[in-house]
């Protein structure tokens, strides 16, 4: 869980700590930037700001663990008040296996494109002339 005005985090549960390797204390004092790639911060941002409050699906998202290994995410989020401060909960599921079986499946299906435009193969129907 996430402050909106600063994006600190506010809580986080044990799951999350495991995940991203970090400790409570360690997770707490960070901000939702401090789990981005670089250039994938304004993203974030822009898309904080932009995201209506009753909003729940947010995507896909790259974020870092402690050790810096790179993961994807599929965020729901649900706005709501913590500690009388607007807060977002989050749930994020790890789907790194899942990105990265997709992309090589697009990889492979691209090869196989190449392969039969170079080929050039054609299908040729005929009919026996009696």
Known sequence: ???L?????????AAACSVYRYTHDEFCALTIRDIRPAEDVQYVEESVRRTPASSRYSGVWRHL???QLLIYVEI??????YQGKPARLVC?????QRVHAETTLRE???ELNRAQGL??????VTSEVG
């Open 108 to 110: 492979r299906e691209a």
């Open 5 to 13: 005005g600063s994006l600190q985090s506010v809580d986080v549960n």
């Open 1 to 3: 869980m996430y402050d």
């Open 76 to 81: 729901n989020s649900r706005e709501l008040l």
């Open 119 to 124: 080929a050039q193969l054609a299908h040729v």
């Open 92 to 96: 994020p599921v790890d789907v790194t």
């Open 65 to 67: 663990t402690k050790d």
